[in-house]
C-alpha cells in the first residue's frame, strides 16, 4: 500500500524490472511522468507522516539522482 499521491513500491519495481524494449511508448511516458509525480510528492511529504514502507522506498530510490538537464542517471 502506498501514501495518498505516492507510487507503490510494487508498481515502482515492476516499472523498473521490465526492460525498456518491451515496453510501450505509452508505458515510457508513464514511467517518466509517475515517476516525477512520485518525486515530487516525496519531497513535500514530512517523513512524520510517511509509512514504514514509503520510509523504506524513498531510501532505496534516493541514491539514484537524476541530472534533469538531460534526464540520465549520474
Known amino acids: 500500500m502506498s501514501d495518498t499521491g505516492r507510487q507503490s513500491l510494487t508498481d515502482k519495481a515492476a516499472a523498473a524490472l521490465k526492460p525498456d524494449s518491451q515496453k510501450s511508448t505509452t508505458e515510457h511516458v508513464g514511467d517518466k511522468l509517475g515517476g516525477k509525480a512520485d518525486s515530487a510528492a516525496s519531497s513535500v511529504q514530512p517523513q512524520s507522516e510517511k509509512s514504514t514502507t514509503q520510509k523504506i522506498g524513498d531510501t532505496l530510490t534516493g541514491s539514484l539522482k537524476t541530472d ?7
Not at 68 to 74: K, P
Open 68 to 74: 534533469t538537464t538531460n534526464d540520465t542517471l549520474l
